[in-house]
Antibody, heavy 121, light 106 residues
Framework: QVQLVESGGGVVQPGRSLRLSCATS????????MHWVRQAPGKGLEWVAV????????YYADSVRGRFIISRDNSKNTLYLQMNSLRPEDTAVYYC??????????????WGQGTLVTVSS | SYALTQPPSVSVPPGQTASITCSGD??????VYWYQQKPGQSPVVVIY???KRPSGTPERFSGSNSGNTATLTISGTQAMDEADYYC?????????FGGGTKLTVL
């Protein structure tokens, strides 16, 4: 069965960096696009970034462009999110989601359980 | 930037029909997806490409998309359908979510 397990969350000071990982299994990772989506406490879903199956295309939300980098290692079936220059408003549960297509232009058909990132001094 | 607008809350008696709307400029030109999220759980897609149900989504869930409005309809709403619902679409290579609608079954 498809499994996505996020890790790397925690408490970090404003301005610092953090890297999230999403370990996957149960599907051919290299065939599908992948997303990061976040949800601030008590708030709605906010899309963060998407990467195509081969990593050739990456798109970002305006709120994180230039600070966050999405990447993947198809040999390790793992998705990453490098988060730099973190701000208090980046505090959220971060979900990884498998896209329904290779190019990452569909929808999230499987989601992880999320990892909490708290940005606070 | 593109925006999707949903009502913050919808209430429905058990067994009745619930309709949740999602509005955006020329939304019918885009595919709309609907997610259900229960407290403490990750989102789950219930409708994709406007009208399609993934295996596992009950038949009482249906979707439509016309003009500037997409609608998620739940016929014969059950207590287990109480959740937050989010619409999603693509615009200019970015994913846009609606603000979410809390469905209360009472």
């Amino acid at each position: 069965q498809v499994q996505l397990v996020e890790s790397g969350g925690g408490v970090v000071q404003p301005g610092r960096s953090l890297r999230l990982s999403c370990a996957t299994s149960g599907f051919t990772f290299s065939s599908y696009g992948m997303h990061w989506v976040r949800q601030a406490p008590g708030k709605g879903l906010e899309w963060v970034a998407v990467i195509s199956n081969d990593g050739s295309n990456r798109y970002y939300a305006d709120s994180v462009r230039g600070r966050f980098i999405i990447s993947r290692d198809n040999s390790k079936n793992t998705l990453y999110l490098q988060m730099n220059s973190l701000r208090p408003e980046d505090t959220a549960v971060y979900y990884c989601a498998k896209d329904s297509t290779g190019r990452g232009e569909g929808y999230g058909d499987y989601w992880g359980q999320g990892t909490l990132v708290t940005v606070s001094s | 930037s593109y925006a999707l607008t949903q009502p913050p809350s919808v209430s429905v008696p058990p067994g009745q029909t619930a309709s949740i709307t999602c509005s955006g400029d020329k939304l019918a030109d885009k595919y709309v997806y609907w997610y259900q999220q229960k407290p403490g759980q990750s989102p789950v897609v219930v409708i994709y490409q406007d009208t399609k149900r993934p295996s596992g989504t009950p038949e009482r869930f249906s979707g439509s998309n016309s003009g500037n409005t997409a609608t998620l309809t739940i016929s014969g709403t059950q207590a287990m359908d109480e959740a937050d619902y989010y619409c999603q679409a693509w615009d200019s290579r970015t994913v846009v979510f609606g603000g979410g609608t809390k469905l209360t079954v009472l």
